[in-house]
């Protein structure tokens, strides 16, 4: 039985079972490779090469996991995944790219991990949700009802509205918001569109959100584009084909 599912390249299929084995199938369950198990929920982060495999994987225990392999997508299915650990005791976790990822931990605190435990951000602290858009910018929910727009590397903030019960992103499926109360609808999405004076540097960022009171709010961001992520300066350490800072 399918718990849920994520496409790859080529036709293949990221599969997650009711049984918390995670298979890559291509094109059906008759050509798989078992990626992981034990795995409560997962997400397909892509390489930018077809032929790597890179995926998150939160364990039932809590821990969390980058499975990474060479893929070939032939019949037989040849794929053969090494795991690293990259934090535990968590509650919940967005990746936006194969070496970054967002993680929220039992206490309430966020993070972004950037290839381990040992190279992370503090984000914020007594957290209840949270939607990334990039490594750099992050929508938080703090359990004080308050919606947060976040710059972690330049540990900045901007309060964007109060009494907000939570966010969605429409545009990326794989980092959608869980939901506490399922039949109140909110989202947020952010645009390719300039700003005001045509600065396409400097985006609109639309935000739908349900409030307390049940009103439905449109409100737009003209904040200036966030920091840059650092530069590992030559010092990088390659995870897959993308540069880590060490």
């Known amino acids: 039985l399918v718990q849920s599912f994520s496409a790859m390249y080529d036709g293949a299929v990221y599969v997650l079972g009711t049984d918390g084995n995670l298979w890559l199938e291509s ?32 364990h039932t225990d809590g821990t969390l996991w980058r499975d990474e392999g060479r893929v070939w997508t ?15 005791n968590i509650l919940d976790f967005r990746g936006v790219d194969a070496v970054n990822v967002f993680v929220l931990d039992r206490s309430g605190k966020l993070w972004l991990d950037n290839g381990d435990v040992n190279h992370r951000t503090s984000v914020d ?42 966010v969605t992103n429409l545009l990326d499926p794989t ?13 947020d999405f952010e645009p390719n569109v300039a700003n005001a004076n045509g600065n396409p540097n400097y985006p609109q960022v639309p935000v739908v959100v349900m409030g ?20 590992c300066a030559g010092q990088g350490v390659m995870k897959g084909n993308l540069p880590c800072c060490a």
């Open 125 to 166: 602290v007594s957290v209840e949700s949270f939607v990334p858009l990039s490594s750099a910018e992050v929508f938080v929910l703090t359990t004080d009802m308050k919606l947060w727009r976040e710059f972690p590397y330049s540990n900045t903030k901007d309060l964007v509205d109060t009494q907000v019960y939570g």
């Open 27 to 58: 094109p059906d369950q008759s050509n798989r490779a078992l990626v992981d198990s034990g795995v409560k929920r997962f997400q397909w982060a892509p390489s930018g090469d077809e032929r790597v495999g890179i995926v998150y994987a939160m």
């Open 212 to 231: 307390h009171d049940q009103t439905l709010w449109l409100e737009t961001l003209n904040d200036p584009a966030p920091a840059p992520a650092p530069t």
């Open 175 to 187: 980092v959608i918001a869980q939901n506490p109360y399922p039949y109140k609808p909110w989202y």
């Open 74 to 88: 032939t019949s037989p299915i040849v794929a053969t995944y090494t795991k690293a650990q990259i934090d535990s």
